[in-house]
């Protein structure tokens, strides 16, 4: 059997659709699996914050509200960049996939970098009015609720700590597809790591839309 | 199913409509609307709306096969069930807890005996 197949179709899929509509399906059921898997963490967020209600509004305050604005935009801003570089591929436009993509690894490698600016501030506080927030025997907060607060911040360092685990996965796959579009492997017949990645990408973008409220905003009336 | 490309004023506007979201939630933030719930159901509202963006347009939903709308769909009955049957049992122990030591408001006497007087035990 002489063979016309293209070389990125693998042998198991019968055509492009259906290796495409595999590849989407999956990244989607994964997908289900990380919203139970964070939603187990908003869920103990919620039934904490219920009973120490006054430590959430406390912790809450302490953190830096512009800086997780900043990020949020930044995040964003990054899923918009993602967007663009699925689409690129989808035009057949091979080097404006790798160039969107290398914006959305700059962009993503720049809300890591405010995050770790915001996590330096709890872990070496300054000599003004910063306090030690990081739970622990060090914990540092003049309240009456100060061991409440520190189960607000148990929350916070998990989940931000677990988003930016999500992010620096993320980072590390859009590195490989970079140096693969850079060969110019993805284009308008085949784009489906870019588009299964972008799926993932902008997950972790949804999560952040509710992270931010949740531990920034609450309180600040 | 085959999606089509998604023109870029398309994206740029859903952008735009996130950008504006975020300032708004900061904005209402600082809002007293009297009541701490409010405030959190006006910042929830908000977060999935955004959200809602970014499944529809972002991760192609809108142009997507039905079944995926089913399996993203899912994902939120799950979440719910998850919340929703933690909460009846933490927010509901309190109020057990009262119940079991009152008399419970349709007998009309304790629904508890009360301890024998220790002087009739005293012979």
Known sequence: MSDSRPHYLAHHFDHLEQQKQSATLGIWLFLITEVMFFGGLFLGYIVYRGLYPEAWHLGSGKLDITLGAINTVVLIFSSLTMAMAVRSAQVGSRKGCAHYLMATIILGSTFLGIKAIEYGHKFFPGPDSHYYLVPGAKFHLESPVADQVQIFFSFYFTMTGMHAIHMIIGIGILLWLYVKALKGNYHEHYYNPVEVTGLYWHFVDIVWIFLFPLLYLIGRH | ?123
Not at chain 2, 112 to 122: D, N, V, Y
């Open chain 2, 1 to 123: 199913m085959e999606h089509p490309v998604v023109p870029v004023k398309t994206y740029v506007s859903v952008f735009a409509a996130l950008m504006v979201l975020t300032a708004l939630t900061v904005y209402v933030a600082f809002i007293d609307f009297g009541h701490g719930l409010l405030n959190d159901l006006v910042a929830m509202t908000i977060a999935v709306i955004k959200a809602m963006l970014v499944l529809v347009i972002f991760m192609h939903l809108k142009y997507s096969a039905r079944i995926l709308w089913l399996i993203a769909g899912s994902s939120v009955v799950w979440l719910m069930v998850m919340i929703g049957l933690t909460l009846t049992d933490y927010r509901s122990r309190e109020w057990i807890e009262s119940q079991l030591h009152r008399a419970a408001p349709w007998t009309s006497g304790p629904a508890i005996e009360q301890p024998a007087e220790p002087a009739a035990s005293g012979h």
